[in-house]
């Protein structure tokens, strides 16, 4: 059973998997604080100065001027300013996937598109040749 699972984990496919799990992990951390630090306070400003980390509904009667308060005060909040900056950052996730995959089906195109090297002759051929060519000395 040991050696049936190293055959399983270190087949091809489980350590390409792993690999692109981890730079998935790393792309991720990436694309979150394009979002969270470059596209977020532009768009926030031109809303109004809205800090979207900063939009929440509490759940109760009192009011907080930050998320940070009302979680340090206890109080149950819906953070649908940062489901916006996580809907964002999928997107941009999305859309830089798509195109990572795009460029690689055009380059598989591309070698399936390269022409084919001719096939070696039959051996029949070869012989038919050798024959031809003795013919043609003799003649």
Sequence with gaps: MLKEFKDFAMRGNVVDLAVGFILGGAFSTIVRSLVNDILMPPLGLALGGVDFTNLFITLGDAEYETLAAAQEAGAATINYGMFINNVIAFIILAFALF?????????????????????????????????????????
């Design 99 to 139: 195109l990572i995959i795009k460029g690689m089906n055009s380059m598989k195109k591309k070698e399936e598109e390269a022409p084919a090297a001719p096939p070696a002759p039959s051996k029949e051929e070869v012989l038919l040749t050798e024959i031809r060519d003795l013919l043609a000395k003799k003649a």
